[in-house]
């Protein structure tokens, strides 16, 4: 089974950028589909991107053109680079991985965009 560990969450300044990083372990990133999605406080977890096993990404909408994700098969390693960063884009951020033994979590990193 596929087990998720997401890093590079932390305290950032209005505009200013970051890079998430989800590190896989028990399965191959190369053959799945990976996602990242967010939850801010008193909301529901919301979509943020996502990146076909074929390398085709896609976007919400609040994150279209700030964000970039990414895979690095060789470290096992899917990234999300974030710019232009928000206050409302303060949430907890998770990575999420469809693999053929079902749908995987990570723990979640914390992101803080101070106004």
């Known amino acids: 089974q596929a087990h998720l560990v997401e890093s590079g969450g932390g305290l950032v300044q209005a505009g200013g950028s970051l890079r998430l990083a989800c590190a896989v372990s028990?399965?191959?990133?190369?053959?799945?589909?990976m996602a990242w999605f967010h939850r801010a406080p008193r909301d529901a977890r919301q979509f943020v991107a996502a990146?076909?096993?074929?390398?085709?990404?896609y976007y919400a909408d609040s994150v279209k053109g700030r964000s970039t994700i990414s895979r690095d098969n060789a470290k096992n390693t899917v990234y999300l680079q974030m710019n232009s960063l928000k206050p409302e884009d303060t949430a907890v951020y998770y990575c999420?991985?469809?693999?053929?033994?079902?749908?995987?979590w990570g723990q979640g990193t914390q992101v803080t965009v101070s106004s």
């Open positions: 990146i076909a096993w074929s390398d085709v990404t």
């Open positions: 028990g399965d191959s990133i190369s053959k799945l589909a």
């Open positions: 999420y991985a469809r693999t053929t033994d079902g749908d995987f």
